[in-house]
């Protein structure tokens, strides 16, 4: 029963060829280092599932943000859980993106013909870290209010344009309800969608070059 309903949607949707493209690959002798791309995405995918229910009880506004907080962590069941997992997944994807990029570095494999792949990464990078950065406001405490007011203080040392990114990060020249819930759109909507899509690619590009082996003397 099982098999004629896998034979019935293979037929049409093919997924013993994206079986054999995607995953039945030859892949070069490799060691553990080579596992922190595939870590990266799964952290990615982990982050995505615990904010999702996050969402369903945070408010993104001046007077509500705190207590949402501490509500998820006090009166849901297994808020304590969700946040926690969505807290310290944040660092350790962080943690794991960064070694995963020196270990690319370590190797080579950033060269010829992996340069796109590299790039790809390194917009991976900045925008993993830019989702720590909006993600840190989110519990409108003490600690994230001043952080932000720091972090967003920085680039308005930047000639001329500086003070006109202060105002676009902020929404205005002080920290507000504007800088909330622009920061939360950019953490839930804007940064994911750009992060899913360039892992596309990303992957898109492993797949279509291969992974790059163990450079050896020779090389
Ligand atoms: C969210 C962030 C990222 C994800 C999910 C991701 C995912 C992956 C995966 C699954 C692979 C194949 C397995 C592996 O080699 O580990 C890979 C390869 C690669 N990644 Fe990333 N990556 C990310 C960030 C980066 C960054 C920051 C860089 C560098 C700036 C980078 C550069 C590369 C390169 C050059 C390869 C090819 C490696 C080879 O062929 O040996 N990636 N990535």
């Known amino acids: ?13 093919g997924l013993t060829t994206i079986y054999n493209v995607v995953l039945d690959r030859k892949v070069p002798k490799v060691n553990w280092w080579f596992t922190l791309g595939s870590a990266s995405a799964i952290l990615f995918l982990l982050q995505g599932v615990t904010g999702m229910f996050l969402a369903v009880y945070y408010v993104p506004s001046p007077q509500s943000a705190y207590d949402s907080i501490q509500f998820i962590m006090n009166g849901v069941a297994f808020g ?33 013909p992996r340069e796109f792949t ?19 406001l989110l519990p409108w405490n003490q600690r994230a209010y001043w952080a932000t007011t720091v ?28 800088t909330l819930t622009r920061f939360f759109a950019v953490h839930i909507w804007f940064l994911p969608a750009v992060i899913g899509a360039l892992i596309g690619v990303h992957i898109y590009m492993v797949v279509k070059l291969g992974i790059s082996s163990v450079p050896d003397r020779e090389d």
Do not use: Q
């Open 118 to 136: 590299w790039l790809t990464g390194v917009v991976l990078l900045l925008c993993t870290l830019g989702m720590g950065f909006t993600g840190y």
């Open 1 to 13: 029963m099982a098999n004629k309903a896998f034979a019935w949607l293979d037929e049409r949707l």
């Open 80 to 112: 304590w859980l969700i946040r926690g997992i969505h807290h310290w997944g944040a660092s350790l994807m962080v943690i794991v993106v960064f070694l995963h990029m020196l270990r690319t570095f370590y190797y080579g494999a950033y060269k010829y």
């Open 151 to 178: 972090g967003t203080e920085l680039p308005g040392t930047v000639p001329l344009i500086g003070p006109f990114i202060t105002n676009v990060l902020r929404g205005g020249t002080e920290l507000s309800a504007v």
